[in-house]
């Protein structure tokens, strides 16, 4: 598609449980983003790929957090245990170069609620 | 649902009055900044950038202004219409090293 494509939209886990969130990127961009927003906060940084190398990963909050983009395009963010503190919409950005500052174009997110 | 701007600060303006939503950035090194719009249930949505060495820039409907030295930036909607009511985030590039948002503010528009 033209844009980028995020799945699942909704996501319910219990407390505990491992979840794996997809990203497709919109294609030919290098660089690869992941963002979490919390209720009524703004996004904030988790992790950067540029093509399957991953460059900065200092905003994932824990090391229950892991994300990979094997092959340079789709990105998973998974979350082990999860715990009530993980729910936010986990936001996928991508953009065409892989250096500089440039625009992001987000996804519509996944939406995580943990119970 | 998503509630994006649940407790956000809040501009209030009647349908065809011009808008202005503020934002402060922390970090004197930034080198590009970029407003996005989100509505509920969306992801951030681009609207305009501009770079360090500008201090105003247009589009349709939209200007943003930068003042390097006070570390502010305002974003100007003009007759502002009901389909602009959405979450407005300023972000900035730092070090050309990772994109960081602000809080944002949510614009409701009236009738």
């Known amino acids: 598609g033209a844009g980028v494509s995020q799945s699942p939209r909704y996501k319910v886990a219990k407390r505990g449980q491992d979840v794996a969130l997809r990203c497709d990127p919109i294609s030919g961009h290098v660089s690869l983003f992941w963002y979490q927003q919390a209720l009524g906060q703004g996004p904030e940084f988790l992790t950067y790929?540029?093509?399957?190398?991953?460059?900065?990963k200092s905003g994932l909050p824990s090391d229950r957090f892991f994300a990979e983009r094997p092959e340079g395009s789709v990105s998973t963010l998974k979350i082990q245990r999860t715990q009530q503190e993980d729910s936010a919409v986990y936001l996928c950005?991508?953009?065409?170069?892989?250096?500089?500052?440039?625009?992001?174009?987000f996804g519509a997110g996944s939406r995580l609620t943990v119970l | 649902g998503e509630s994006v701007g649940l407790h956000l600060p809040t501009l209030s303006v009647q349908e065809g009055d011009n808008s202005i939503i503020n934002c402060a950035y922390s970090?004197?090194?930034?080198?590009?900044f970029i407003w996005y719009k989100q509505e509920s249930g969306k992801g951030p949505q681009f609207i305009i950038d501009i770079r360090s060495n500008m201090d105003k820039r247009q589009g349709q409907r939209v200007t943003v202004l930068l003042n390097k030295t006070v570390k502010h930036l305002s974003l100007q909607i003009a007759a502002t219409q009901p389909g602009d009511s959405a979450v407005y985030f300023c972000?900035?590039?730092?070090?050309?090293?990772?994109?960081?948002f602000g809080t944002g503010t949510r614009l409701q528009v009236f009738p």
């Open positions: 790929f540029q093509n399957e190398a991953q460059l900065d």
């Open positions: 972000a900035e590039w730092r070090l050309s090293d990772k994109l960081i």
């Open positions: 970090n004197s090194a930034s080198d590009y």
């Open positions: 950005a991508s953009s065409l170069y892989g250096t500089g500052a440039n625009v992001l174009t």
